[in-house]
């Protein structure tokens, strides 16, 4: 029979294009946010975080934006290459708490 | 630095067994984190502990489930008996401190049950 699971949205990308990667957080108490990738096989890595004083932050060729009005936030991923291949995930963490709640990811293919 | 190490990798077992997941933490972070991944849920998170105290269990789906930390360098996560609907990936993470840091997670343990 048919499997019944998360349906991960997925971004498929050009090579040498830019992503970008949107996640819709629950909690307006949240204070401050991740970016995870996951690899096949492996475990979520840390990409890149950003507080709820802040509306952007950036790395090496990664830019978070947090737009609090709304609960968004977004990963911009720049020249994106096939190693940047995996499922990304936005957690967000509540102020006074210690607990990351995950979102469902999104699957992001980098076509050569 | 090591990272998070969690065995075995992969175990598989026959439904009723005990299974039982181990986690060394980075050494250093004080908090401690277990994760269950599956496609019908996502990343769920099941317990936590600070400086080895177990804070908040609430995401334990069931008394089968049991965690513990006997010391900042180890925990287990204990399954008896175990179920075939247990089947997932088991991943457990460290932070340095509570809130406001990125957690380190290690590369899961992938169980099925049969």
């Known amino acids: 029979g048919e499997s019944v699971g998360l349906h991960l949205p997925t971004l498929s990308v050009q090579e040498g294009d830019n992503s970008i990667i949107n996640c819709a957080y629950s909690n307006s108490a949240s204070d401050y946010f991740i970016w995870y990738k996951q690899e096949s096989g492996k475990g979520p890595q840390f990409i890149i975080d950003?507080?709820?004083?802040?509306d952007k932050r950036q790395g090496q060729r990664v830019t978070v934006l947090l737009n609090k009005t709304v609960k968004h936030l977004s990963l911009q991923i720049a020249a994106t290459q096939p190693g940047d291949s995996a499922v990304y995930f936005c957690?967000?963490?509540?102020?006074?708490?210690?607990?990351?709640?995950f979102g469902a990811g999104t699957i992001l293919r980098v076509k050569s | 630095d090591a990272g998070v190490i969690q065995s075995p990798r992969h175990e598989v077992t026959e439904m009723g067994q005990e299974v039982t997941l181990r986690c060394k933490p980075i050494?250093?972070?004080?908090?401690l984190f277990w994760y269950r991944q599956t496609m019908m849920r996502g990343l769920e998170l099941l317990i936590y502990?600070?400086?080895?105290?177990?804070?908040?269990d609430s995401g334990m789906p069931e008394d089968r489930f049991s965690a513990k930390m006997p010391n900042a360098s180890f925990s287990t996560l204990k399954i008896q008996p175990s179920e075939p609907r247990d089947s997932a990936v088991y991943f457990c993470?460290?932070?340095?401190?509570?809130?406001?840091?990125?957690?380190?997670f290690g590369s899961g343990t992938r169980l099925t049950v049969v």
């Open positions: 502990f600070n400086n080895n105290v177990p804070i908040d």
């Open positions: 050494s250093g972070h004080n908090s």
């Open positions: 950003i507080r709820s004083n802040m």
């Open positions: 993470a460290s932070s340095p401190t509570g809130g406001h840091y990125g957690y380190t």
């Open positions: 957690a967000e963490n509540m102020a006074g708490g210690n607990k990351l709640v």
